[in-house]
T-cell receptor, first 112, second 119 residues
Framework: AQSVTQLGSHVSVSEGALVLLRCNYS??????LFWYVQYPNQGLQLLLK??????LVKGINGFEAEFKKSETSFHLTKPSAHMSDAAEYFC??????????FGKGTTLSVSS | GAVVSQHPSRVICKSGTSVKIECRSL??????MFWYRQFPKKSLMLMAT?????????EQGVEKDKFLINHASLTLSTLTVTSAHPEDSSFYIC???????????????FGPGTRLTVL
């Protein structure tokens, strides 16, 4: 069964600093990979997704993620954090036709 | 495009009553919809997979008789929490997968969620 691990339940950065949120998946076959953001009491918003077209995926709000098969990783990055980036971030994995399986989430805090 | 709505967004009910939550895909058809449950500060837990015209597939540990799922059309799935108790209080989120899988790359589109509080 697919699984995804997000290292670090809480990440704190200063405004303008690099954001790095880690995600590792378990799969022998490259799966579909996603990053979602959730603001308090709201649903999920898709940041970006990997579908094997390109290993470096650019998403919304300046986020990007790189698929590294050798490391089974799909880490999320943003060069310069904004206060508005403070939220909960979820990495998710799925195979063709199956439900998304979510990681436990990482809370991103941004300080001024 | 690819909008999913949920109704109601928030519901408070008394213990022992039943609550129905609707999930609609507004601008696409979805043969498959998913229901998730999210506890505070926790991740999303898949409860069941809802397929149009057939019985839902429940994840291990989810009570079928407690959480009734109906997927009557390509744009509507409902989750009914029967005889709700305070421990059923949670944030319920649905998602829908576009019938055109190849186009959507297996992406699921999420509803805004329903906050259920059982007193």
């Amino acid at each position: 069964a697919q699984s995804v691990t997000q290292l670090g339940s809480h990440v704190s950065v200063s405004e303008g600093a690099l954001v790095l949120l880690r995600c590792n998946y378990s799969s022998s076959v490259p799966p579909y990979l996603f990053w979602y953001v959730q603001y308090p009491n709201q649903g999920l918003q898709l940041l970006l997704k990997y579908t094997s077209a390109a290993t470096l995926v650019k998403g919304i709000n300046g986020f990007e993620a790189e698929f590294k098969k050798s490391e089974t990783s799909f880490h999320l990055t943003k060069p310069s954090a904004h206060m508005s980036d403070a939220a909960e971030y979820f990495c998710a994995v799925s195979d063709e036709g199956t439900a998304l399986i979510f990681g436990k989430g990482t809370t991103l805090s941004v300080s001024s | 495009g690819a909008v999913v709505s949920q109704h109601p967004s928030r519901v408070i009910c008394k213990s022992g009553t039943s609550v129905k939550i609707e999930c609609r895909s507004l601008d696409f058809q979805a043969t498959t919809m998913f229901w998730y449950r999210q506890f505070p500060k926790k991740s999303l837990m898949l409860m069941a997979t809802s397929n149009e015209g057939s019985k839902a597939t429940y994840e291990q540990g989810v009570e079928k008789d407690k959480f009734l799922i109906n997927h009557a059309s390509l744009t509507l799935s409902t989750l009914t929490v029967t005889s709700a108790h305070p421990e059923d209080s949670s944030f319920y989120i649905c998602s829908a997968r576009d019938i055109r899988l190849a186009i959507s790359h297996n992406e699921q589109f999420f509803g805004p969620g329903t906050r259920l509080t059982v007193l």
